[in-house]
């Protein structure tokens, strides 16, 4: 159960993902306790919250990368469209076609800079020709505003780039697959303001195609970035709603006294 | 007001005293590694010095070309091989060089010990191809026997007297007129590397070791590396972390400690013995060294896998590759060099071992050039072990020179598999 | 409330707040010397005040400097934001009602040169304690953060707006009476309408405080009016 909604998401935005119940544990630890939570569509959601509070947990619960990590078990429904993601049936690889994710630490693969974008649409076999491959590259690293920076050199190495090009490559690799949803673990921490500012931008251009859940630390960050923020504490989720509540006038003390930076 | 704890004058000149003995220290400990390296060079140039000094003579050898008059009245035209081809040449020798043979022919069978049976071979082979040659005059070369060669390299001296020496005085006379007569010449001894092994130390060459031993490498690689890649990919990226790969990486580990005469063993009773593959033959030294080489391999394998940070799984597994996907198209790649390296180098450890190829029969003699998996064969340092358990005293020259071989051929494996890691190699 | 993790976030806040607080106190004081000097006759008392003004001015220029620089440095959010921008707006108010004391005792001035007026000295000193009583009361409230004080002053706006428009009656009354008495009364009348607009200030600050605590405006719709004039 969630303790408060500040406000729940207009009726009109469709729900994306819903989350009902959601517990995790690793090992004999518990890491989330029964979190519900609604995530809009064509749209920014923001999970904030001390470190070691489960939202990176609960990120990667959403396209199953904790099925990665052994002993780690995920309890509860997670529906993308409808479609319950912990479907023991339900194939990870088809379900993270659809969930794209960016790291903390940009990871592009040692490959060209157009092998790395080209790799996803290559084995989903989303491009038939050479030049229908072309083409998906070209679109992607135009959205992901790195066109114009590597049009020229897409035969470099992806990691030949500065750091928040790395970023902007890695994100173009996400959406070269047509992603539905795209989730991103804290992606500018590892960046300079510059680069973070755009990275913030192109995020905001970003969320009229897709659905986007963030984790970040910074709250000046998901103050910026995002429509709806959800705070979580100690593997609970504690208030979610609109982020323009939550940083005004948020319902719950723990959020207020994090937000303020009463407490850690 | 004074601080809590010495004060800050106190800290100085303490650090600063012990800094003395802390300095003395460090030089001491770096002159230790100086030592240290002084000495493993030194072992090193002592080693490879003494091999060099040895063996360096076996490469070059003294010829001699002489005109052999193919005698009609002592070949048969119908017969060419029953001729003694040998006994020709040395009596013409001799009278070539003014020296009248006696009754008994002691001279003339002193005059064949000085010439290699090589020449005899030579001129039968001619004659057999052409017998019209019968009555001509025929210009052949061929080494110098053994002994008389050493006494060129100086090995053996006039000053040892007659009986302790290999050669006669009168052999060591002719030879030098034979010499002043421009009869002999000196060369390099490329017989070391086109003739494979022989009783005779001035016919014997390295040839059939080398083939045997790329022939037994080539089935190592074959069987050990890829193998060997799997089997670690499989216990690295695929298998569950239970008790039981865990057991496996135990045992895996004390197999690559296990000492290589038991793989001799091992050998013995299943191959030959079971599968009845054929002794002495690149195959079962292969299969052999296969066995020995597989753990190395399997660990390096693992550990270059281990190295690739798990950022790029993740990457890959985010993008909706499956698991043998993210192995195969990323992490495998990138441990490539360290992969490539580590086969490498467990090859070159293979292509050393003695005791397990001499289990599985590799002891024997073998002259001829092995031309299959199957047939007889001998590597180089089973060679060098056969080659110095021999009596001449020729042949200690020749397996010094063989050790010089092996060593090359090791150095330019690991030269291989240094360029190969720097190709290869990628930043990420 | 626990309190902020880094200290001189919390001085700052905190000290914004005692200085808007003092800022509240010198008002009042101006107020009640207003009023005193009107009633009482008291020209120095007056000049005082119309000086004193500048200070006031200056403690707000302070407080804003200090709002703006607390905005930019800290970032702050929710309740601490509400905090900040609280002070704002109530320093502003709080250094209008100042202005509105200084034009009371510039009247004042004037009014000692003509005859007093005794009833309508009394009018005007209920008023004055009405508005000085209520501006208090919420200066309290915002001191000490209670939501309900503020609101309870908020809900009786329209009393010092009952008691202005008796005033103004009067006043009319008077001046239709006799004509000398014409401009004593309209300075009177000025007098009259600085206090009732001194009372809208401290339901303005009643609005913010309400605001601070809670998150919630207060609905402007709601506010109990009696401004009808011809009532």
Redesign the interface.
Known sequence: MTDVQSSPPPAEVATRISARGVRVFYGDKQALFDVDLDVPDRAVTALIGPSGCGKSTFLRCI?R?ND?I?GARVEGTILLDGEDVNDRDLDP?????RV??V?Q?P????KTIFENVA??PR??GLATSKSELDGVVEQALKRAGLWKEVSDRLDQPG?SLSGGQQQRL?IA??IA?NPEVILMDEPCSALDPIATARIEELIDELRALYCIVIVTHS??QA?RVSQRTAFFHMGKLVETGLTSKI????GD?RT??Y?????? | MTEPGPSREDLKTTVARRLKARNAAERRFRLYGQVAIALALGFLVLLLGRIVQQGWSTFIDYRLTAQVYLDPSRIDRTDPGGANYDLLIAQQLLKQIGVADDENGTRSDAMKDLVSGDMGFQVLDRVKADPTLIGRTLTVSAPLKANAGLYFKGQVKRSTSEEERALSDAQIDWLDQMRAGGLVASGFNSTFFTRSDSTEPEQAGVLGAIVGSTLMLILTAALAIPIGVLAATFLEEFA??NRWTDIVEVNINNLAAVPSIVYGLLGLAVFINWMHVPRSSPLVGGLVLALMALPTVIIATRSSLKAV?P????????????RT?TVF??VLP?ALPGVMTGSILSLAHALGETAPLLMVGMVSFVPGVPDSLTSASTVLPVQIFIWENASERAFHERTAAAIMVLLAFMILMNLAAVLMRRRFE??? | ??????KS?EDELNSLAAECSRLGGLAEAQLADAIRAVIRREPDLAAEVIQQDDRLDEIEADIEQKSIRLIALR????????KTVAALKIASNLERCGDLAKSIAKRALVLTDVEPMPALSRSIERMGQLVQSRLRSVLDAYASSDAEGAMEVWRRDHEVDEHYNSLFRELLTYMMGDARTITPCAHLLFVAKNLERIGDHATNIAEIVHYEIS??QVSPGDRPRSDDLRA
Request: glycine share 8%; hydrophobic share 40%; charged share 20%.
């Open positions: 396209n990368m990665t052994p690889v088809l379900l993270r076609a794209g994710m790291f630490k990871n592009p693969f040692p790799y996803g084995i989903h990691t890695v690799r996400a697959i709250m000046a103050a940083f005004t006038r948020p003390p207020q006294d937000i303020t930076g009463r407490f850690g | 569950p972390k940070p950022s790029i799984r993740e990457a890959a597994l985010a993008l909706g590759a499956s996907q198209h990323h990138l990628r930043r990420w | 409330m626990s309190e902020h993790i880094v976030y970032q702050p959010m929710a309740n601490d934001l509400r998150g919630d």
